[in-house]
């Protein structure tokens, strides 16, 4: 049985990019991987975040 976490995906994503000093990193998005960064971004953990479409959706 296969199992998905979006959060811990989110942030072993956010890690990874961090640990190889990448300048961005790129996740499917939804409203509450959003609402996580708007908090990470307040927080300073995070510089900026923004959603962009790839063939017609959220990233």
Do not use: C, W
């Not at 990019?17 to 300048?23: C, D, L, R, S």
């Amino acid at each position: 049985m296969s199992m998905s976490d979006p959060v811990a995906d989110m942030l072993t994503r956010i890690r990874n990019g961090q640990g190889t000093n990448k300048v961005s990193i790129t996740m499917p998005a939804s409203k509450l991987k959003k609402a996580i960064a708007n908090v990470l971004k307040d927080e300073g953990y995070i510089e900026n975040f923004a959603e962009h479409e790839v063939q017609g959706k959220p990233v």
